[in-house]
């Protein structure tokens, strides 16, 4: 496999060696190529961390890790499905929590006006530097493997959906506009940003946009509302 740490292939045993003191999962993350998959934003705090990710390039990869499961006693986790628990994250997943709660309201807002394109909004610890991200459901397909599917004849990718989970990054300053356009009950400059945001996350993971034109529209929408505010 190729890592986030060396463009040289290692073996599962080596990556196993290398492994850091308190880690307990083999992480990987599925993409057509390093340069996609080090800009997801999913990469942000493991980057940081200083933990090695598995580089998925094949599109039989991942289907082989979920069937293995595991290996030498350590799980396999996708960096791109379910909750990513770092060992050392627990004060920051503390403090996300409480504003959870503290939104909450807002959140289930944010979910029903994109009830259409997800089935979650939460708040998130992976992320530092970008607004959003999308994930999927600890275990359900990720948006790579739904992308494999739906490439398949017979109709498959219609039988076949990731659940999609729109996270929200709490220390962005995206998220205190999301905040007081809530608090103002201003639903439809919310909904505004919350499909842009849905749109960026979405481009990022290389997902093709249905509605191109929905996109253009929201924009020209918020430079009129910004226009006019000047």
Excluded: W
């Amino acid at each position: 496999f190729n890592t986030s740490s060396s463009e040289k292939t290692i073996t599962l045993s080596e990556y196993v060696e290398k492994m850091k003191e308190g880690q307990d999962k083999i992480y990987y993350v599925s993409g057509e190529t390093r340069e996609f998959i080090e800009k997801l934003p999913q990469m942000e705090l493991l980057k940081e961390k200083g933990y090695e990710v598995l580089y998925l390039f094949d599109k039989i990869d991942e289907f082989t890790l979920d069937r293995m499961e595991s290996y030498k006693d350590k799980k396999f986790k996708s960096i791109t499905r379910g909750e990513l628990d770092l060992p050392e994250n627990a004060e920051l997943k503390k403090e996300v929590e409480e504003k959870s709660v503290e939104n909450s309201s807002m959140l289930d807002k944010i979910k029903e006006l994109l009830s259409e394109k997800v089935t979650a909004v939460k708040l998130t610890t992976r992320l530092k530097s970008t607004p959003s991200c999308l994930v999927t459901d600890e275990n359900g397909i990720s948006l790579e493997m739904e992308k494999i599917i739906s490439e398949m004849p017979n109709n498959m990718g219609g039988l076949m959906k990731a659940s999609k989970i729109l996270e929200l990054n709490p220390n962005h300053e995206v998220f205190e506009v999301l905040k007081s356009s809530y608090s103002k009950g201003n639903y439809d400059e919310l909904a505004d940003f919350s499909s842009l945001l849905y749109y960026q996350s979405a481009l990022t993971e290389g997902i093709k946009i249905e509605n191109p034109s929905e996109i253009a529209s929201k924009i020209n929408s918020l430079i009129v509302k910004v226009g006019s505010r000047s």
